[in-house]
């Protein structure tokens, strides 16, 4: 360093084997501004300082097209054992209080490493107003805001349709997962996702507050989405259904209840165990199993139902003639429920034989059973009708295989 006559102050920087790189004066700057403290050299200039701009803003202001600041350890580069770095801090106490450091990698390796002391790191995009993102001193990653989001998507494509992201499903949403092979910067309501995604989310509107819903969808327009929804807290129901696109509407496929455990297939109010709303075909036994009445502890007592070709409705009781003649009322619906034709009364005496016949047909819910000259008149006996349902289809008894249900 050398000082002009004029008391300005120059600085002239050498390189390797002596010879004059430049040198720099600044002839605005007194010695009066710098002082000493044994090897160490300050200035008590309390304005700002700028290299490469004319109208520093800060402390020390730097501008340049080019990296204006290089930090190199003290061994060159030869060991790991030096660290080259900027360290962070503050005053507490009237003592240096260290907050962390950027620099050269952890335990030497080539690579910038920054450490906090035991502090975490945090993001902000409004002049450390708002903490946008943060490491936690526990390894976590936070984030906050009003439209938090966390996206992915490979090197050279747009942010604004991931391939993967969590975000806002709405404004009263909470929060969305979602994966699609076709982006789709939003997740799907109030506009139709795309064939092959999938989205998770809580909080929906749709569903009871705190639950999860996971949607994925797939097809040509209008495609189908199923959904399961899963409730929060012990008493909230686990949903799987589906819903086209084009109407907007779920139909709900089977329903959990979490507080009976009665599960429902077409139906979200299962009556019983298990509550179907259609048809249920099986292959095997329709079997039912109880502890057997007499030894339960040893037993089960299993029956099975009894197979025929319709979908048949019975009902039966007792009955007795008077005067030879007795008129039986069948419930109310059964007009209703039951085909007019294939209808059928058998009659079984009791305590006695007596030659007893019904009289026409059953119509209008009831029919009329007599016995024939010689019979008791007053003959008590069994009866039982059996009909169609009228509110189904005829069921198909032989069908080709590889048809819609096997």
């Known amino acids: ?91 507490e106490g009237n003592a240096w209080s260290r907050t962390g450091y950027v620099g050269d990698g952890f335990g030497g390796e080539r690579a910038l490493g920054i450490d906090t002391d035991g502090y975490p790191i945090k993001f902000s995009t409004d002049n450390f107003q708002t903490m946008r993102l943060q490491i936690a001193t526990d390894g976590s990653l936070r984030l906050a805001g009003p439209q938090v989001s966390l996206k992915f998507r490979e090197a050279g494509t747009g942010w604004n349709e991931p391939q993967f992201g969590i975000q806002p499903v709405s404004a009263n949403s909470g929060v969305g997962f979602q994966a699609s092979p076709t982006g789709g910067g939003q997740v799907c309501s109030p506009n139709p996702c795309p064939p092959g995604f999938f989205q998770a989310r809580y909080n929906d509107s749709l569903i009871d507050t705190g639950g999860i819903q996971i949607e994925a969808g797939y097809g040509t327009e209008p495609h189908r989405i199923d959904t399961w929804r899963i409730g929060a807290g012990l008493l909230k129901d686990i949903q799987f259904s589906k819903r086209i696109v084009a109407d907007g509407a779920y139909t709900p496929l089977v329903h959990i209840k979490a507080d009976t455990g009665n ?74 429920l039951a085909r007019k034709e294939q209808r059928t009364v058998q ?60």
């Open 1 to 91: 360093m050398m000082v002009s006559e004029k008391r300005a102050l120059c600085v002239r920087v050498l390189v390797a084997m002596g010879f004059a790189f430049s040198l720099w004066c600044f002839p605005g700057v007194v010695l009066a501004q710098w002082a000493f403290n044994g090897n160490e050299i300050y200035n008590t200039n309390s304005g700002n300082v700028g290299i490469g701009t004319a109208w520093p803003e800060r402390k020390l202001h730097l501008s340049a097209s080019f990296p204006v600041i290089r930090i190199q350890d003290s061994d060159n580069g030869a060991g790991v054992g030096a660290h080259a770095y900027i360290e962070f801090g503050q005053t």
């Open 263 to 336: 599960v429902g297939i077409g139906t979200t109010t299962p009556d019983g165990r298990l509550h179907v709303v259609g048809d249920l075909i099986v292959t095997g036994l329709k079997n039912f199993q109880i502890a057997h009445p007499i030894e339960p502890e040893r037993k089960w007592l299993v029956h099975s139902a009894l197979e025929g070709p319709e979908a048949a409705v019975y009902y039966r009781g007792e009955a007795q003639l008077h005067n030879g003649k007795v008129v039986i009322a069948l419930p109310s619906y059964f007009e209703a």
């Open 347 to 406: 009659l079984t005496p009791i305590d006695g034989w007596s030659p007893l016949y019904v009289e026409e047909k059953v119509q209008e819910g009831r029919f009329t059973v007599r016995t024939a000259k010689g019979g008791d008149p007053d003959q008590r006996f069994y009866w039982e009708v059996k009909a169609v349902r009228a509110d189904v289809p005829s069921l198909v008894v032989e069908k080709p295989k590889g048809s819609e249900t096997q």
